[in-house]
């Protein structure tokens, strides 16, 4: 039937929906339509249609050693895959994983937005959200693939990744590096306050 060109829409249903979401979430066409199970075409006609405008091309994030550059990307990788890991069901494929991803993603993005002291780089970042979707989603694969594991630290018993293949090195918990971190931080602070107040009284004594 001729239907003058018009493209129907309605039988994707709640792919339509979840490619709608990633979108909005700031996902890249090739993981809407790896979550959603749609080609190329359709994920960049859902595009077009919410925001008017081509989808972004280009290469995707990819850093297998992207979780040791930072302690602060250690920490959004670890609230994040903790998530998935709690919540996800191994077993969920298709749609089903790509709802749960798409709603431990919001949660993750409301979780670090309410973070009461961030750091320089996650103040820098957009409601604090140093995890990109897209490097969200790469983190996910190197999950399932076994190349990142989760690690209970002995001091703090905070659980954070490691890469699966370290074993030789010694393993840092981001969370004690970043209390430590914070530790310097207010010590150089004070040390620099109280070196200050003595030029201060110095010069205010010079005067008389
Ligand atoms: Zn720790």
Known sequence: MNNGGFVDLSHFGVELMLAKNLFNLGARTPIVCALCGIKRKAANRIYWLAHRQAPIKGMLPWDPQWIE?????????????GLIHDYVPEHYDGIAYGQQFC????????????????????????HH???????????TQQL??????????????????????????????????TQTGIRRRQSRVLRTFSQNAHKTSAICLGRY
């Open 144 to 177: 399932r693939a076994s190349t990142l594991r989760f690690v209970t630290c002995l001091t703090c018993h905070a659980r954070h990744l490691c890469l699966h293949q370290v074993t030789q090195r010694p393993i840092h918990c981001p969370v004690c590096q």
């Open 69 to 81: 550059r930072s302690t602060v990307n250690n920490l959004h990788a670890s609230i994040f895959l």
């Open 129 to 139: 959200r140093v995890l990109d979707i897209n490097r969200a989603w790469q983190l």
């Open 103 to 126: 709603d431990a993603y919001a949660l993750y993005c409301r979780i670090v937005a309410h973070n009461p002291k961030p750091s320089h780089r996650e103040s820098a970042s957009e």
